[in-house]
């Protein structure tokens, strides 16, 4: 049996069951060849937690393809996201899309206003009339999965300054709950990020008053905050403890005792050891240890301060050999991974904590190339954010005439901001250039998908 067929069998055999989701209560696994959208503001826009979704079903279901895109534009409130529904989201051809939105909606400044609390019910009740037409598009839907997510949250409890819009997060939540209800209405699924970043931004705080998930503006989760949104995210999609291989020996016996997610094969005793050949269904899930995006300085790895277990819960790659005497050697390959103790193979470890090991590699050049069908997806979502937020206002949407240019030129002598992404216009105002990116985006993903198959490695145990 080729690698590739005893893959695709594994998986099968493992793909979690895809029902009914509970109300409000978890989000069904996605599924051969659905098309994602998440749609929302520049937390969207900007940040990871979509891309590291993908990259989990990347590396651990290989065989099963997907396909996600990033839907945010930057500043939106739902009307800016309902005007650009159609053009944006549903061009897209999605079968399953996530709607979050809210921080915009609730304001900033006028929190430290003098009649703040009349200004938190006048912008409660903009979104939830806005919302609802939201809710009416969404419901005019036909074929399409429908997950409502509650925002990650405005940090109103850090001290890592003064600077803090008193009880804005609480005006979110408030939309949250409206969402939630909304969701169990009309049978959609839902997830909450606000509370538990709150409570895991709370916990840290405890000892260290001035950490936070959210970057510098309390307002766009660092790269380990958009870890934890995926880590919600893929929680809720039940994928927590799926192991990516769980191997078990008995080295006195050679018999293998488990073989889960994983084919194991040629098992020997050796003078001065054990060997065995494993081919794993999965890759592990690699965490970035680098900061990527605008304004973020943190990577996805420390996520692990937060969440301790992330790493066993969304990657363990289990070894347990049982029936050994002393120290032995662990080799992959041919290279060397640790030196480890009979008791502590008796107990198991996880490979995946080792990122020299061959299948770890494999699956940090899977990431590499996601993060870079990220950034060039990025250069669609600045243009995005131009043309939905300044030319589709002044009446040249998708305009690629040299009167829209002229307007745009114009629009940018009163906003800095916009002057800022001229460069970004005059590359993606021309459909040749977006054909151009698209179509690298798409030669990266199928590179993903073939580099992505895991391969058959030898494990060598020897004494020491």
């Known amino acids: 049996m080729n690698g590739n067929r005893l893959i695709r069998i594994l998986f099968l055999s493992l793909m ?11 989000i069904a696994p996605f599924r051969k060849d659905d098309r994602v959208t998440f749609v929302g503001n520049s937390i969207t826009d900007g940040g990871h937690y979509h891309s590291y979704i993908w990259l989990y079903y990347m590396t651990h279901f290989p065989t099963m393809r997907v396909w996600m895109a990033n839907c945010g534009v930057g500043g939106d409130t739902a009307k800016e ?58 419901k005019s839907l036909k074929g399409i999965r429908t997950v409502m997510i509650g925002t990650s949250p405005y940090d109103q409890t850090s001290t890592f300054n003064n600077d803090v819009f008193v009880r804005k997060n609480d005006n979110m ?11 169990v209405r009309n049978g959609w699924e839902f997830l909450d990020f606000n509370a538990p970043m709150v409570a895991l931004n709370m916990k840290q705080q405890e000892t260290d008053p001035t ?19 995926a880590y ?17 020996l008995d080295a006195k016996s050679g018999k293998v005792t488990k073989s889960s997610n994983c084919r194991i094969s040629k098992v020997k005793q050796t003078s001065d050891g054990f060997q065995f050949d494993c ?37 363990d ?10 120290n032995h050697e662990l080799s992959i390959d041919g290279i060397v991974i640790d030196t480890l103790s009979a008791a502590t193979l008796q107990r198991g470890i996880n490979l995946s904590v080792y990122r020299h090991t ?33 030319m589709m206002p002044a009446g040249f949407l998708n305009d690629n005439s040299e009167r829209a240019a002229q307007k745009f030129r114009e629009l940018c002598k009163d906003n800095a901001w916009l002057a800022s992404k001229r460069g970004t216009y005059d590359q993606m105002v021309r459909p040749e250039v977006r054909e151009a990116y698209q179509q690298e985006m798409n030669c990266l993903v199928e590179q993903i998908y073939k580099l992505n198959k895991p391969r058959k490695h030898r494990f060598l145990l020897r004494k020491l």
């Open 232 to 248: 919600l995210f893929l929680q809720a999609q039940g994928m927590v403890s799926k192991k990516v291989a769980d191997m078990e």
């Open 317 to 326: 790659e289990h070894l347990t050999v049982k029936g050994l005497h002393g």
């Open 358 to 390: 061959p299948q770890y590699q494999q699956a940090l050049a899977v990431m590499a190339l996601n993060e870079t069908r990220w950034e060039v997806e990025r250069r669609f979502r600045e243009w995005a954010w131009v043309n939905y937020d300044f």
């Open 211 to 229: 950490f936070t998930l959210i970057g510098t503006d309390r307002i766009h989760p660092d790269n380990d905050g958009h870890a934890v949104m």
């Open 279 to 315: 081919l794993a269904a999965s890759l592990p899930f690699p965490l970035d240890t680098i900061a990527h995006g605008w304004g973020f300085s943190r990577s996805a790895a420390q996520v692990t301060k937060t969440i301790p277990s992330f790493i066993n819960d969304l990657s």
């Open 173 to 183: 939540q408030r939309i949250i709950a409206l969402q939630k209800e909304t969701a």
């Open 81 to 138: 996201i309902l005007a650009r529904f159609d053009d944006d989201v549903l061009s897209k051809n999605p079968s399953v899309l996530t709607f979050t939105f809210g921080m915009n909606d609730t304001g900033y400044y006028e929190y430290n206003g003098a009649d703040s609390a009349a200004f938190a019910r006048r912008k409660f009740e903009e979104a939830k009339q806005l919302f609802a037409l939201c809710e009416e598009k969404l």
């Open 16 to 26: 979690p069951c895809v029902c009914t989701p509970v109300q409000s209560q978890g």
